[in-house]
Nanobody, 134 residues
Framework: QVQVVESGGGLVQSGGSLRLSCAGS????????MGWFRQAPGKEREGVSC????????HYGNLVRGRFSISRDIHNETVYLQMTNLKPEDTAIYYC???????????????????????????WGQGTQITVSS
């Protein structure tokens, strides 16, 4: 049974930092890529960051580039999102996504600096809330 488990959400003051973690389990083959989306109340879902597990290539959404940093643990197929200089507009539910299906092993298929493709990702976590107070 596939599971996608996120951790690290919470409440932080503006300018503060948080670190999210996500691990997938139950897969029968190696994961190609992992990433994060977020959705704030009344707003559309947006891509935050993504990374290819083995190559380490990564991309960021325009609103977080320079403040957020994604990394991964190849052996454990775990992804981390280090968020710094958080702003109230970063308040949202953050969802971990995993590419471990029949899709191509080309990161551009899933995400790029020009945009993220929600429907390309195979598995989604339940989401973790991040609230940034002003």
């Amino acid at each position: 049974q596939v599971q996608v488990v996120e951790s690290g959400g919470g409440l932080v003051q503006s300018g503060g930092s948080l670190r999210l973690s996500c691990a997938g389990s139950g897969f029968t083959k190696s994961t190609y890529a992992m990433g994060w989306f977020r959705q704030a109340p009344g707003k559309e879902r947006e891509g935050v960051s993504c990374i290819s597990i083995h190559e380490g290539d990564s991309h960021y959404g325009n609103l977080v580039r320079g403040r957020f940093s994604i990394s991964r643990d190849i052996h454990n197929e775990t992804v981390y999102l280090q968020m710094t200089n958080l702003k109230p507009e970063d308040t949202a539910i953050y969802y971990c996504v995993i590419a471990n299906g029949p899709g191509p092993k080309i990161l551009y298929y899933y995400c790029s600096d020009h945009g993220f493709v929600p429907e390309a990702w195979d598995y989604w976590g339940q989401g973790t809330q991040i609230t940034v107070s002003s």
